[in-house]
C-alpha cells in the first residue's frame, strides 16, 4: 500500500479483522518449500473461494447497518444501496456499477441459496460460478430460486463451470417456462452494439442480438469467406472487411471521415510522442500524422493547450452556476472517464467538488467529470468529496481514496502543488491579454 493511493482501513475488534487478513497475506509471501505444490495451490483455491464467500456476508452485513443508518434521515433505500455499492467498489478497488452488481450477489448467495452459500463458503466453487448461477435464477421468485439451488446441489464442486451453469439454466427453465420466456424477450429489448480499444490500434466492435439475427449475420460473412478468402487474404481478414463494407455502405473504409478530439503535444507531427482519442486510448505517432497528412480524409481536431513544465491543461472559468459549452467540453476531455476511484464509466454529468451552495466556484479547477451514478452518490450524507482538479479524495466509512486526472500525451501528470498551478493559472491569463500582432 502505496501513499500515491492514500486509503485507509481500520481494522475492528472482530476475531477475524483486517489485521489478521493482512499478517495471513504476508506469509504467502514466504519462499516455496513444500514438495506438495499443487496441494498447496489446492488450499489456496479454496481459501480464495472462501474469503469471497465472507466478503458476501460482509457486504451484507455493511448494507443493513447503512439501512439503519438512513432510515431515521429519511433516505430511501435505492439511494442507501447505491452508496453502500459504491462503499463496496471503494474496498474492493473496482468500479461503482460492479460494486453494486457485488452487492446484489451478495444478498441473492446469503439470504436466497443456502446450498451455493455454502459450496462457496467451502470453498469448492468460486465467485465466478456463483454469479453466473444467480444470473441463471435472476428471472425467477425469492421461492423458485431456492428449488433450483437445491435441485443443483449435488453439481456444486464437482463439475466444471459451463456444466453447473447449464444445469441451473435448465432447472430455472423447469421450475418457471413463463418466467424463462419473458426473461428472453427482455433480452432481445436490449439489444446493441458496443466499441472499445483492443491492442495495436483496434477496436472490439461487439453486437448483442438475438440469437437467428447473431446467427444469420455470422453466416452471411462466412459464405462470403468460403467464396472469396485466399492465402493473402485469409477468412478472418475477408470476413472483418465485408462487415464493414456492408456497414458503411462503402467499398472501403479508407474513405470515411475522421472526426475526433485529439490531445496531443506538439511533439507528436514531429517526433514520437503517442496522441490520445478520449474513450479509446493512446495512438501512435506515425498514425495521428498519417491521419493529419491524408488528402482522402477530414480531420477535425480539438487542440488542447497543456503547460509544458507540469502537464496541467490551461484552464476555463465561466460565470454560470453550471457547466455548459466549451468548459463542459475542456473538462470532459480532461478527466476522460468518471473520477470517481476505479470507475471508468463515460462523464455524464459536469459537478462542482466544493459545492457551489458552498461557495465553489463554476471553474476548471472545481470540477470532476463523474458518471451519473456517481454524481448521485456523492451527495449521500456519508460520502465526502474534497480537494480540486488536480486531486479528489473520496472518503466513505474507514476509506479513503485519492483521484487524480490523467496525464495528457507526452507530458508529465498535472502538478499537486496548489502554488505552481497558481502560477500556471496566471501565466496563461497573462498571455491572453497580450496584444496580438
Not at 483521484?403 to 501565466?427: A, K, Q, Y
Request: charged share 25%.
Amino acid at each position: 500500500m502505496n501513499d500515491a493511493q492514500m486509503d485507509t482501513v481500520e481494522g475492528g475488534n472482530a476475531a477475524f479483522d483486517a489485521s489478521t487478513v493482512r499478517a495471513f497475506q504476508d506469509r504467502l509471501d514466504a519462499a516455496i518449500t513444500s514438495d506438495d505444490m499443487l496441494t498447496e495451490m489446492r488450499a489456496l483455491e479454496e481459501a480464495k473461494n472462501a474469503i469471497s464467500a465472507r466478503q458476501a456476508r460482509l457486504a451484507v452485513a455493511a448494507h443493513h447497518r447503512q439501512r439503519q443508518l438512513d432510515i431515521p434521515r429519511g433516505i430511501n433505500r435505492a439511494t442507501t444501496a447505491r452508496k453502500v455499492g459504491s462503499d463496496i467498489a471503494l474496498a474492493r478497488r473496482s468500479s461503482p456499477h460492479l460494486g453494486s452488481r457485488l452487492l446484489g450477489l451478495a444478498h441473492a448467495v446469503v439470504e436466497e441459496v443456502p446450498h451455493t452459500c455454502q459450496a462457496l463458503t467451502a470453498g469448492v466453487i468460486g465467485e465466478r460460478d456463483a454469479t453466473e448461477l444467480v444470473a441463471a435464477t435472476a428471472c425467477l421468485s425469492r421461492e423458485d430460486r431456492a428449488s433450483v439451488d437445491a435441485a443443483i446441489a449435488d453439481e456444486l464442486g464437482t463439475v466444471s463451470h459451463r456444466r453447473l451453469v447449464a444445469a441451473a439454466r435448465a432447472a430455472a427453465y423447469e421450475v418457471d417456462p413463463q418466467a424463462a420466456t419473458a426473461r428472453r424477450a427482455r433480452a432481445e429489448s436490449e439489444r446493441r452494439v458496443s466499441l472499445r480499444p483492443a491492442p495495436d490500434c483496434m477496436t472490439w466492435l461487439t453486437a448483442l442480438l438475438p440469437v437467428k439475427d447473431g446467427v444469420a449475420c455470422y453466416a452471411a460473412l462466412t459464405t462470403e469467406a468460403d467464396a472469396t478468402a485466399t492465402a493473402d487474404h485469409p477468412r478472418g481478414q475477408v470476413m472483418a472487411d465485408t462487415l464493414v463494407q456492408r456497414v458503411t455502405g462503402r467499398d472501403s473504409a479508407d474513405g470515411i471521415d475522421v472526426h475526433v478530439n485529439l490531445l496531443m503535444p506538439i511533439d507528436t507531427l514531429t517526433g514520437d510522442t503517442p496522441a490520445e482519442i478520449p474513450g479509446y486510448g493512446p495512438i501512435p505517432a506515425d498514425l495521428v500524422r498519417a491521419w493529419a497528412t491524408d488528402p482522402s480524409k477530414v480531420v477535425q481536431v480539438r487542440r488542447l493547450f497543456a503547460h509544458p513544465g507540469t502537464g496541467d491543461l490551461v484552464g476555463m472559468e465561466s460565470t454560470s452556476r453550471c457547466y455548459t459549452g466549451l468548459l463542459a467540453d475542456f473538462i470532459a476531455l480532461r478527466d476522460r472517464t468518471c473520477r470517481t476511484p476505479y470507475c471508468d464509466a463515460p462523464i455524464r454529468h459536469t459537478d462542482h467538488i466544493t459545492a457551489h451552495t458552498e461557495g465553489g466556484a463554476t471553474t476548471e479547477r472545481n470540477a470532476q467529470g463523474l458518471c451519473e451514478r456517481c454524481n448521485y452518490t456523492k451527495e449521500h450524507p456519508d460520502v465526502s468529496v474534497t480537494g480540486t482538479a488536480g486531486g479528489t479524495t473520496t472518503t466513505t466509512g474507514t476509506l479513503r481514496m485519492t483521484s487524480r486526472p490523467p496525464s495528457p500525451p507526452g507530458l508529465p501528470p498535472p502538478t499537486r502543488s496548489h502554488v505552481e498551478r497558481t502560477l500556471v493559472d496566471l501565466t496563461w491569463q497573462h498571455s491572453l491579454r497580450r496584444p496580438r500582432r
